[in-house]
């Protein structure tokens, strides 16, 4: 793939070569200072347009090329191709066109489109897009095989219970996750007539790559063994999709059909416990062996119905409707990959077999009750059913221990939910291009295996928008929620999952997996509040600005352990400034904060569970002494300008842009009395960004056009999650050792443009 | 109308309605009104007869004056699927530029005086609700079907606020500027799309109309998939399920733990493991005890805090296949 980008990329330099030799059909008139008509709307009478660009990267920077396939030191090619055919304006009975488009021809990241047919007859297209996605490539493992499913130890490894006992000095291999995606798709659209058409699409697309993930072995949830590893990614998707579309005065439908079939080429990642002295002998190196499932190949399929009737001029009804089915048919791994580990209990099942369900329906009436007022009522309904039953699964604990017996087996809880909603908005068109819209929405959600198994929220809103003196345009919104839901049954995970025989070896006031007080904030009660608020002010020809603000806050006020609370505000400025047809400029700037508030209680185990108590002395779960508070305060900083000068009229012009943006994180801690809680708080988190780009554009003729640019890019990070951690600095987690991107790159970049 | 009176009130009312006919009656107020009226509908019947009349040569009849050296050249339309005659469907194909612009002879006549039927500036704009049910002649159904009642139609946003017609490409299809169209108005998400983890907006790579339908459809933030879930896992399909064993808040909701647009943590997640996981997470031992700053690399390093957090061990969030996946461990 990348050798015939390269050629095309060649190709596209020779096309390009004509500007040289391109004749000046404008004549003498050409850069005439009588001659207004702006460069721009010259470029308009070209139907096509080919460019070629060479570009030098200075540095190695993941982060500066994680989407742009610029990621690496060095010079690339780089090509873009726009052709168009159509028929001529007097060409009464020709409906023949084609289209040809292509960008970043050279980059792994190119695309490619092709587009012809008969208008009004039928359209065919194909296309082939590539993504690229590189992560931190400054980590660094012992483990071979990288790229394929099965991940080694070196002969000579020396193995230990901890990381700093492990032979990290020799050899080790760089990790460099990175995702490519490649897409081919293949469209035919037939027209019958003017009511009916047909569109079938068929898409192939190839992911592979590597990501990284973590994975343990383990015998006791508080001493786990984990290391970081390298993951193959190779997935192939093949996908159907047929649209039937119908317009026609009243009525408009559409009827599509989308088959989707996922196949992964790895099912299971196998890798080599790098520990020993843990476990026992089977386990430990060099006999030791984890295998850590894959994706599943999934099949999906769904049929969905869109509608749009026309009763009269103001009475329309709107219908959307879907039934979705997601299947996966692979076979099951077996409880452990380890056959010296002793499972003597079968799988409940052969295979998974697990079907997922998925329903929706949506119907809506606009009534224009008259040129001022508008209703408008709204039903949802959403549906999700997990076909799999529940079975009991005598796991074995990460291929550490031998299968668990059938007293401490864990039952799977197949989740299904149910989602209604109901939606009143009425809209008043007020004079001076007012608009008042008032709305209440009513939502249930009903759940199973959940510990709230209905929950309902009431939304009321508010919107409002006006203009002044045509200049000056303002809206505001606001909505309040109220969500609400029944008992909460924080014991429901524990008692659905374990058997009957455990649940009655625990004691009665240590039955629970969470804490008693705990609430999940998707399940919470809560009372939100969003706003938002924008003005436009057109001042006069120059200059024009736009503020725009908004905020949302979340209480949790039923919550004493969990999520308590969140605010997040967004103020955002922008200025364009016109002074002249050979001078546009803009500049933005933009303020963010947000911050959570949770509350945890640290509590341990056995005699200690107990949430219960209220007589000191307290277990540790009763004990409100054990509480810790978490406040997170997040800013977010940017800074946008550029300017667009015509130095020359319609020769010569710069360009220039400037971003800068800050991001800090802080988590501030709180503690109430418990000695062994220091609730000391974490260093501040922060990224900066500048990254700021001139470029000089040379119109030498209405045809070509060359463009030199400088780009200056620099990000600074500073993460306490990764900086300073070793491969060896947690004791039982082997990491990759990556380290916080900071970066300096330049960026030199030589294009032309060919147009004809 | 003759209304029997039950008390004082109706009569009296009854005697106003008299009062007011008569007045209507006068012999120099009606006359006065209806003259009025007649040159009110007759000066508008003048006008619509004008309006309503198509140039006698359609596009050429335009072209006099709009030609390849106006300020705003509008020839880049002949190539495209506009511009094609040989469709009896595009305007070129039927009435030419008045096609869109409605019957403009009283333009054409007086150009400086008369606007065209339909204008989308500078100079005249039509109402935002006229322009649309032009376009909409042509352009309704498939993306468009509820286009009526949507965030951008309510916004009293018409197609040529976001589509350009008069230019050989129209900017909202192009990938790499579809999103600098969108950023005029949505501002939050200019700048989030320049946070440390974001989606590759900016490369033109992910593009607004890969998750949204501007034109409005039946999800909240005018999804194109029927739910969030949905649209998600049309890219991030190994993310689909089913599952064995699921992650409830995974499987119900994306926004749950991700933030779309951009977002200052790893992967698009709102906050970061283990305090992410801790919102919802509170059993005895590692998950409820406090990880904090005493657990740093330079301190006692803590495995449930350091390198991935909770997602050392605890990797398939997203939910697991594996028999011995209770955990989301395997």
């Known amino acids: 793939m990348k050798k015939k980008f390269y050629f095309l990329a060649l190709i596209l330099g020779f096309l390009t070569a004509p500007c040289t030799l391109a004749e000046d059909d404008f004549g003498d008139d050409w850069g005439d200072e009588e001659d207004i008509r702006p460069i721009t709307t010259v470029w308009q009478d070209f139907m096509s347009t080919n460019s070629f660009a060479l570009i030098y990267v200075s540095e190695d920077s993941f982060k500066y090329g994680q989407y742009n396939g610029l990621s690496e030191k060095g010079f690339y090619f780089s090509g873009a191709l726009d052709m168009n055919a159509m028929p001529a304006m007097d060409e009464e009975q020709a409906t023949g066109f084609w289209r040809l488009r292509a960008d970043n021809l050279g980059l792994e990241t190119g695309s490619f489109e092709f587009i012809g047919g008969r208008q009004g007859n039928y359209t065919f297209s194909v296309s082939v897009d590539n993504y690229l996605s590189v992560g931190n490539d400054s980590g660094r493992t012992p483990f071979s095989g990288q790229g394929s499913d099965i991940l080694f130890l070196p002969s000579d490894w020396t193995a230990a219970n901890t990381t700093n006992g492990m032979s990290l000095d020799g050899a080790l291999f760089s990790v460099r996750p990175e995702l490519e995606r490649n897409q081919l798709m293949l469209e035919f659209t037939r027209h019958f007539s003017d009511q009916w058409a047909l569109t079938a699409r068929y898409s192939y697309e190839r992911k592979s790559g590597e990501k990284i993930t973590g994975a343990a072995f383990y015998i006791d949830a508080a001493n786990p063994h984990a290391a970081i590893l390298p993951m193959p990614v190779d997935y192939e998707n093949n996908q159907i999709d047929l649209v039937l579309d119908y317009v026609a005065t009243r009525l408009q439908m559409q009827l599509s059909y989308l088959f989707s079939d996922l196949d992964n080429r790895y099912d299971t990642l196998f890798w080599q416990n790098p520990y020993a002295g843990a476990f026992i002998p089977v386990v430990d190196y060099p006999n030791g062996y984890g295998g850590y499932d894959l994706p599943s190949d999934t099949k999906f399929q769904q049929i969905r119905f869109s509608g749009n009737y026309r009763f009269a001029s103001n009475l329309k009804l709107r219908i959307d409707g879907s039934a979705g089915q997601s299947e996966i048919e692979d076979g099951l791994s077996p409880y452990t990959i380890n056959p010296l580990l002793v499972v003597e209990t079968p799988l409940p099942i052969d295979k998974i077999g697990d079907e997922l369900d998925t329903r929706h329906l949506y119907v809506s009436l606009l009534y224009n009750m008259s040129r001022r007022f508008t209703l408008n009522v709204k039903y949802r309904f959403d549906a999700r059913e997990n076909n799999l039953a529940s079975y009991p699964w005598q796991y074995v604990r990460a291929d550490s221990i031998d299968q668990s017996p059938a007293l401490k087996a864990i039952f799977n809880q197949p989740h299904e939910t149910s989602k209604e909603k109901y939606t009143v908005e009425g809209t008043w068109r007020l004079p001076r291009s007012a608009r008042l819209t008032l709305g209440y929405d009513f939502d249930t959600v009903d759940r199973t295996f959940s510990s709230v198994e209905e929950t309902e929220e009431d939304t009321a809103r508010i919107e409002f928008k006006m203009r002044f003196f045509d200049k000056l345009t303002a809206r505001i919104e606001y909505s309040e929620s109220n969500l609400s839901g029944s008992d909460y049954q924080w014991s429901q995970s524990f008692f659905n999952s374990l058997t009957v025989a455990q649940i009655n070896l625990i004691p009665d006031n240590q039955r629970f997996n969470n804490h008693p007080l705990l609430r999940q904030y998707h399940l919470a009660n809560r009372e939100s509040q969003i706003g938002k608020f924008q003005l436009l002010y057109l001042m006069n020809d120059a200059w024009n600005f736009t503020l725009d603000s908004n905020f949302s806050s979340r209480d949790y006020d039923k919550s004493e352990l969990g999520l308590t609370e969140t605010t997040q505000y967004m103020v955002n400025l922008s200025a364009n400034y016109m002074p002249s047809d050979a001078i546009s400029s803009y500049f933005w700037v933009s303020l963010g904060e947000s911050e959570t508030e949770q509350t945890g209680r640290a509590f341990r185990g056995g005699i200690e569970k107990p949430a219960n108590v209220v007589v000191p002395p307290f277990p540790d779960g009763s004990d409100p002494s054990r509480n810790w508070d978490l406040e997170e305060e997040g800013e977010t900083r940017s800074i946008g300008a550029g300017i667009d000068w015509q130095l020359i009229e319609n020769k010569l012009a710069l360009t220039a842009d400037y971003v800068y943006v800050k991001t800090t994180l802080e988590d501030t801690f709180e503690v109430f009395g418990a000695r062994d809680l220091a609730g000391e708080d974490l260093p501040e988190q922060e990224t900066t960004m500048h990254q700021f780009t001139l470029a000089i554009n040379y119109h030498w003729r209405p045809e070509c056009s060359f463009r030199f640019s400088y780009e200056y890019y620099r990000y600074d990070s500073e993460d306490w999650a990764i900086d300073g951690v070793g491969l060896d600095t947690i004791s039982k987690v082997l990491t990759l050792g990556e380290e916080s991107p900071n970066d300096i790159i330049n960026v030199l970049s030589v294009s032309a443009w060919y147009r004809f | ?330």
């Open chain 2, 1 to 330: 109308m003759i209304m029997s009176s039950k008390n004082g009130a109706s009569a009296s009312r009854l005697v106003l309605k008299k009062r007011t006919i008569k007045w209507y009656r006068s012999s120099v107020t009606l006359p006065g009104l209806m003259l009025i009226a007649l040159f009110a509908v007759s000066s508008n019947a003048a006008e619509k007869s004008v309006a309503a009349e198509y140039s006698e040569e359609r596009t050429k009849t335009c072209l006099e004056c709009h030609d390849e050296d106006e300020e705003y050249p509008v020839h880049s339309i002949f190539r495209t699927a506009h511009g094609v005659a040989g469709d009896s469907r595009s305007p070129q194909g039927s009435e030419g530029c008045e096609s869109c612009h409605g019957p403009s002879a009283g333009h054409a006549d007086k150009p400086r005086k008369n606007s065209p039927a339909i204008s989308f500036g500078p100079k005249w704009v039509t109402p935002a609700s006229d322009r649309t049910e032009m376009c909409a002649s042509c352009h309704a159904g498939e993306a468009r079907i509820h286009w009526e009642g949507s965030v951008h139609d309510l916004e009293d946003l018409s197609c040529t606020d976001c589509h350009r017609s008069h230019v050989n490409r129209d900017p909202v299809t192009v990938k790499s500027l579809q999103a600098g169209l969108c950023f005029s108005c949505h501002k939050t998400q200019q700048a989030e799309l320049n946070l440390p983890s974001r989606h590759p907006i900016k490369e033109g790579k992910t593009i607004c109309s890969d998750c949204h339908n501007p034109h409005g459809s039946s999800t909240a933030a005018d999804l194109i998939q029927p739910s969030l879930i949905e649209t998600c896992v049309s890219c991030h399909k190994e993310k689909r399920g089913p599952f064995i064993f699921e992650h409830p808040p995974a499987a119900e909701d994306c926004s749950e733990c991700h933030r779309p647009h951009g977002s200052t943590q790893p992967s698009l997640l709102v906050s970061r493991p283990p305090f992410l996981c801790q919102q919802c997470h509170m059993a005895n031992f590692h998950p409820s005890l406090l990880h904090d700053g005493t657990g740093l690399a330079e301190g006692r390093p803590n495995f449930n805090l350091l390198a991935r957090g909770c997602l050392n061990c605890h990797s398939q969030v997203h939910g697991s296949n594996h028999p011995s996946g209770a955990r989301l461990m395997r």
